[in-house]
């Protein structure tokens, strides 16, 4: 066996899996970098030229949207859900139209929910507007987020409809930063926002607020130069209701609704924005099996999304989707390899050929994978601290990031990725709450103003 797995460490296929793992998180990383520095330089030039969306925008965006309404889907939320409830309310916008749906709930959620509606006052609103609606949907049985949501937006009030999680905190002037956008642009189906890690009282929860900065904000920035983004975050999101409408609303099927929608959209031809000021304070898990459990279920999603839009994929009218959608496999096929290539290397070592383990390749380009991570990482704190200034105290952790998470993260999302691209979509997913250990420690979902853009 020791001769056959050193024969194998010598061929060109080995080769080959080597240059790949080593490579494409440099040339991904540098991409999104550069992407997202263009990104932001492009929003400070655009809003000086008067591009972007202004003040003037914000002022008819009131006039042609004057409603809001905010839909919070909720299963089993009794704990966060009345300061989710109270950060909605104090939303600035004219009038807020706010639907709370109960999907089958078993705690007291359902109580919690009716302490609002009979004593609005109670949520103590500190907002210059005073048009607050508060209504519910109770459904005995769960039917999941997506039927969850669609269920609110055929009573919603509102042509603008802003989702929220219910265990989060959206900032009050998220509205102000995602409407003008809908205003100047027609063919905006959707605006997303930047969720921010509100929980940060363990090393694990650390690693994912560093996470959503030198990962998910730095390529989202950069997919929205790109033209495309990969998915409008189910956590915080504003939507036109004519495109909820149009395209069916969101896929029960899907194991991530948002990243279903979000294609099945920008392949329709509507466009989605990314807004990083518009902040939403969220709960992440904060023990290893819920993130895995997580990262699973969005391994799952993308896998799913990316079978179920092959055909529309190929087309020569979709190709703007094509990085997108490029990026997405690739990515599939990095954290596989990465998988197959540590399992093959404990082969190697209980069989007595340890060095395997130890190709040059790997042990030189790992020390550059490493560098190049901590700049993305950097990198990612830099463009985020305006808005997120606490972001910085994260930065110590930065180091387990590129050693330990990624494993973790390449494991649980190739276990769910494979099975969504080779089934799709299969039956219609339930909830999959994240629940935090004990009382999370909350940072404020506030900032400092800056350019906006998409």
């Known amino acids: 066996m020791a001769a056959a797995l050193e024969a194998f460490s010598e061929s060109p296929i080995y080769l ?20 997202s520095r263009r990104f932001t330089l492009d929003r400070k030039e655009s809003s000086e030229a008067g591009i972007l969306p202004g003040a003037e925008d914000l002022a008819r965006a009131c006039e042609l949207f004057p409603v809001l309404t905010v839909i919070i889907p909720a299963r089993n939320e009794e704990k966060l859900l ?10 600035d916008w004219p009038k807020i139209d706010l639907i709370i749906v109960d999907d089958g ?20 609103t500190d907002t210059a507007y005073g048009d607050r609606r508060i209504r519910s949907i109770t459904n005995p049985e769960s039917k999941g987020k997506a039927e969850a949501v669609n269920s609110a937006v055929e009573q919603a009030e509102g042509e603008l409809i802003l989702v929220l999680d219910a265990d989060g905190r959206p900032d009050r002037r998220i509205a102000e930063l995602m409407a003008p956008h809908f205003a100047r642009y027609p063919g905006v189906a ?17 690693l994912q607020a560093i996470e959503f900065s030198s990962t998910v904000s730095v390529l989202r920035r950069a997919q929205a130069g790109w033209g495309r983004v990969n998915t409008c975050t189910g956590m915080c999101t504003m939507f036109r209701r004519e495109a909820l409408v149009d395209l069916g609303g969101f896929d029960p099927k899907a194991a991530t609704e948002d990243i279903m929608f979000s294609w099945k959209a920008q392949l329709a031809g509507w466009d989605i924005f990314y807004e ?36 529309t994929l190929l087309r020569p009218s979709s190709y703007r989707m094509w990085p997108v959608a490029l990026e997405s496999f690739l990515s599939i096929v990095w954290c596989l390899l990465l998988v197959l290539g540590v399992a093959f290397w404990a082969v190697a070592g209980i069989a007595g050929v340890p060095g395997l383990g130890n190709s040059p390749l790997i042990d030189h ?3 550059i994978v490493v560098i190049v ?39 649980a999302g190739v276990s769910g990725s494979i099975p969504g691209l080779l089934r799709g979509p299969r039956s ?21 103003t800056s350019p906006p853009d998409h």
């Open 16 to 35: 080959l899996w080597m240059i790949f793992l080593g490579a494409y998180p440099i040339v991904t990383a540098m991409l999104s970098i550069d992407s």
């Open 82 to 91: 009345g300061q989710t409830i109270e950060a909605a309310l104090s939303v």
């Open 105 to 124: 709930s078993t705690d007291s959620t359902g109580e919690v929910i009716d302490s609002y509606i009979e004593d609005p006052a109670r949520a103590g």
């Open 190 to 206: 959707a605006v997303t926002g930047n969720p921010r890690v509100a929980n940060t009282d363990t090393v694990l929860a650390r």
């Open 276 to 311: 990083p000021r518009a902040l939403f304070a969220m709960q992440v898990p904060t023990r290893l099996a819920g993130l895995f459990r997580q990262r699973h279920r969005w391994g799952k999603g993308l896998g799913e999304v990316l079978r179920a839009s092959a055909p």
């Open 365 to 367: 380009w790992g020390i």
């Open 373 to 411: 991570s901590i700049l993305q990482i950097t990198w990612g704190v830099h463009i985020d601290a305006p808005e997120d200034p606490g972001i910085k105290g994260m930065l110590w952790v930065a180091p387990l990031y590129p050693l330990v998470y990624w494993l973790f993260n390449a494991a």
């Open 428 to 448: 219609q997913v339930s909830w999959v709450p994240i629940r935090a250990a004990g009382k999370p420690r909350q940072r404020p979902a506030s900032g400092t």
